[in-house]
Nanobody, 119 residues
Framework: QVQLVESGGGLVQPGGSLRLSCVTS????????VSWYRQAAGKERELVAS????????NYADSVKGRFTISRDNRKNALYLQMNSLKPADTAVYYC????????????WGQGTQVTVSS
């Protein structure tokens, strides 16, 4: 059974930091490119950051560049998002995503974790 379980969300003041984790099971994590997405209330889900299966390339949304860092640990089947200098605009539900493109495409999602940035 495929599982992606996010944790680490919560309420933080502007300028604060949070570290999100996504622990996975049920598939070969090291073969998958993985990403963090977020969805704010009333808005579409958007890509925040992604990292290749080997961890050798990352990509960030312009809105988080220089503040967020994505990383992965293939030994622990885990994905992380370090978020610094948080802003109210970062408030959203954050989802981890795993994607494998081969003869078929497989995409898995976590259930999400709420991040609220407010004073």
């Amino acid at each position: 059974q495929v599982q992606l379980v996010e944790s680490g969300g919560g309420l933080v003041q502007p300028g604060g930091s949070l570290r999100l984790s996504c622990v996975t099971s049920g598939f070969t994590f090291s073969n998958y490119d993985v990403s963090w997405y977020r969805q704010a209330a009333g808005k579409e889900r958007e890509l925040v950051a992604s990292i290749t299966s080997a961890g050798d390339s990352t990509n960030y949304a312009d809105s988080v560049k220089g503040r967020f860092t994505i990383s992965r640990d293939n030994r622990k089947n885990a994905l992380y998002l370090q978020m610094n200098s948080l802003k109210p605009a970062d408030t959203a539900v954050y989802y981890c995503n795993a994607r494998w493109v081969g003869i078929v495409t497989r995409v898995y999602w976590g259930q999400g974790t709420q991040v609220t940035v407010s004073s």
